[in-house]
């Protein structure tokens, strides 16, 4: 199984500024013939359903603020907000899609200090 | 707008059998250019992913759990389901089902999800 792990657990920024987290997959997820890594974020909040971010690791999905984005490089992947809101509080996964079993990684809990 | 609701007891026995069912409005459960997929989370833990089914019945099932779980669809009545057998507390959890883009087999990233349901297993 491919093992997703973030970084870190549980994150304090400030209103206004960044908020990085991190994912590493444990072997590459990328799909040579596309050029395309199976990598997906997602954003859970208390009591709801995840809700898609980003997908292809960089792409966002419609309706997401474009304070959100994705990067890419190797097996280490990034979600970055680029101005945190009291509304980015929650649990943040990162998935990859690129082999069975599909994995997910262990959260990333987002605070505002 | 695409909408998914899951539905099913939500306490079993523990050595029963988990029976949920998810029903698909506002699409079509053959289109495709999706699978459709079940994915769980304990209480106050993180996502693991259970299965997923294709409208012409082809499965893939997480290994640790294959030999307890059955993934089904039903084209005329716009649903899927999941049954695990031999539950035990340890497969309390909210059960969430989804929709998953046809990335490769087994079904991709979700874009869809229902609201989940908690089932407790307990005697």
């Known amino acids: 199984d491919i093992v997703m792990t973030q970084s870190p657990d549980s994150l304090a920024v400030s209103l206004g500024e960044r908020a990085t987290i991190n994912c590493k997959s444990s072997?590459?997820?990328?799909?040579?013939?596309?050029?395309?890594?199976?990598l997906a974020w997602y954003q859970q909040k208390p009591g709801q359903p995840p809700k898609l971010l980003i997908y292809?690791?960089?792409t966002r999905e419609s309706g997401v603020p474009d304070r959100f984005s994705g990067n890419e490089s190797g097996t280490d992947f990034t979600l970055t907000i680029s101005s945190l809101q009291a509304e980015d509080v929650a649990v943040y996964y990162c998935?990859?899609?690129?082999?069975?079993?599909?994995?997910f990684g262990q959260g990333t809990k987002l605070e505002i200090k | 707008q695409l909408h998914l609701q899951e539905s099913g007891p939500g306490l079993v026995k523990p050595s029963e059998t988990l029976s949920l069912t998810c029903t698909v409005s506002?699409?079509?459960?053959?289109?495709?250019?999706?699978?459709w997929g079940w994915i769980r989370q304990p209480p106050g833990k993180g996502l693991e992913w259970i299965g997923s089914i294709y409208y012409t019945g082809s499965t893939s099932y997480y290994h640790s759990l294959q030999s307890r779980v059955t993934i089904s669809v039903d084209t005329s009545n716009n649903q899927f389901s999941l049954k695990l057998s031999s539950v035990t507390a340890a497969d309390t959890a909210v059960y969430y089902c989804?929709?998953?883009?046809?990335?490769?087999?087994?079904?991709?990233?979700?874009?869809?999800w229902g609201q989940g349901t908690l089932v407790t297993v307990s005697s």
């Open positions: 989804a929709r998953l883009l046809a990335t490769g087999e087994g079904g991709g990233y979700g874009d869809y």
């Open positions: 292809w690791a960089s």
């Open positions: 998935h990859q899609y690129y082999s069975l079993p599909r994995t």
């Open positions: 072997q590459s997820i990328l799909y040579n013939s596309n050029n395309k890594n199976f």
């Open positions: 506002g699409g079509s459960i053959s289109s495709a250019s999706y699978y």
